[in-house]
């Protein structure tokens, strides 16, 4: 059963979270080419060679959508604004159409009573730049200064909060080293590259935002905690410098202005020329960190080329995607992010959820799995506000089915369903128990 509104401090903030791409339908208002377009154009990237052209056509449904979300009664809605649809280039030309869509979804959710949570990037990295070197390129940090000044200057007055990046481990890590995403690489130098432009480019769009007048600027990363396979030393090293490449590195970075040592021994390497005279930037001062976390990993030593281990399956109950269920992983997480990174920061739980084997049955979805995953990650959240944690909300992933990158439609991880031929929305049960739960 979920908690209750009132089972937490009072101002505690509830909310959604969704993506740009994901719903949006990115072949409409003169949106430009992204490297997604171009990575799910390439047979076997995507499953069923799916893409994000019309996704949940949230681009022209979006007044239906933000009603769902006052009807579940959330306070915030977290959104994303795609570079592309803004600047179709990247840089250069502004699109009219594109900042118009963003201003009246923004005035949207305010006449609904909702605080616009904006995320200027959400993965969709305009063709145009992709061709330049993308994320390689150290270009990109003043390209993204650019967008998230065009952007700001349009939409920054009625924001309720900005944070430049969502997740840089899958923009650097999961795209250049593990090639999952776009734009599908297995470079060890274009990684290294990625993970250290990502920083500087959110610090520049941070400085990008004070320069406008801007407050309640924040980082949002995503975690996954890291356990030994096994009880030797072996695998604690390997879990540990999993934990260093994926958590450490960026929260490190944008809160300490430095980068792990034990990861710099693989990647140090491989890092652009002068990279320390940028961490001034990369760690410029923000109002909050947000937590997106979903999942363990069980960690075991391996005999390959550096970093040396290898993921093994693990005996927890999974999720449609493969996750182990371990919401201790997040009470974790919050605890040790402020004793060693943000202090007495706010924090919010940015994203958590599950994906579900959801369907229709007489009209209604029953996915009880995903109110007990919502319970039992919430209940983490409680322990560790009372554990002194400042945590001041927390967002479900997702408001609705969506295209989930590299597996196409298949995944559900939505409060609401969306039938994908007729793009019907059905609340499902989960739904319903978190408008009852959050009812002022």
């Known amino acids: 059963m979920l908690p209750d509104r009132s089972d937490f401090p009072r101002g505690f903030l509830f909310g959604a979270a969704t993506s740009s791409y994901q719903i949006e339908g990115h072949d409409s208002g003169g949106a430009g080419r992204t490297h997604w377009d171009d990575f799910a154009a390439t047979p076997g990237n995507v499953v069923n060679a799916e893409n994000g052209a019309l996704a949940c056509d949230h681009y022209n449904r979006w007044p239906a959508d933000l009603d769902l979300l006052r009807d579940a009664n959330f306070d915030v809605y977290r959104f994303s604004c795609s570079w592309a649809r803004v600047m179709p280039e990247g840089r250069g030309a502004v699109n009219a159409e594109g900042l118009d869509f963003y201003d009246r979804l923004i005035d949207g959710m305010l006449e609904r009573g909702l605080k616009p949570a904006a995320t200027l990037y959400h993965w969709e990295l305009p063709s145009a730049l992709a061709d330049l070197g993308g994320w390689r390129n150290r270009d990109i940090a003043g390209w993204f200064a650019d967008y998230t000044e065009v952007l700001m200057r349009r939409i920054g007055d009625r924001v309720w909060s900005a944070a430049p990046i969502n997740e840089p481990w899958c923009v650097s890590w999961l795209s250049h080293f593990l090639g999952q995403h776009a734009p599908g690489l297995r470079d060890i130098r274009a990684t290294a590259r990625a993970m250290h432009h990502v920083g500087l480019a959110h610090g520049r769009a941070i400085q990008a935002m004070r320069g406008l007048g801007m407050t309640n600027l924040g980082a949002v990363c995503n975690l996954e905690y890291a356990r030994p396979a096994d009880d030797t030393p072996e695998a604690a090293a390997a879990a540990r410098l999993y934990d260093g490449y994926y958590n450490r590195w960026f929260l490190s970075g944008m809160f300490r202005g430095e980068y792990p040592a034990d990861v710099l021994e693989g990647l140090g390497p491989h890092m652009p020329q002068g990279w320390r005279d940028d961490m001034a930037t990369v760690s410029a001062p923000v109002d909050w960190v947000g937590l997106n976390y979903y999942t363990r ?59 579900n084997a959801d369907v229709i049955a007489d009209g209604a979805v029953d996915d009880h799995a995903r109110i007990a995953y919502l319970a039992a990650h919430l209940g983490a959240v409680q322990r560790a506000i009372a554990a002194g944690v400042p945590v001041a909300g927390y967002f479900t992933w997702s408001l609705m089915d969506n295209f989930e990158w590299s597996l196409g439609y298949d995944k559900r991880f939505g409060l609401v369903h969306v039938d994908f031929e007729t793009l019907r929305r059905t609340p499902k049960a989960s739904y319903h128990a978190l408008s009852t739960a959050l009812k002022r």
């Not at 993921?311 to 996750?323: F, K, S």
């Not at 919401?327 to 402020?338: I, V």
């Open 297 to 355: 990993k069980l960690i075991a030593p391996d005999a390959g080329p550096w970093p040396h281990h290898k993921e093994v399956p693990g005996p927890l109950p999974r999720t449609a995607m493969g996750w182990e269920i371990y919401p201790e992983g997040l009470e974790h997480f919050l605890r040790n992010t402020q004793k060693n990174f943000t202090g007495d920061l706010p924090i919010f739980v940015t994203e958590n959820g599950m994906a």
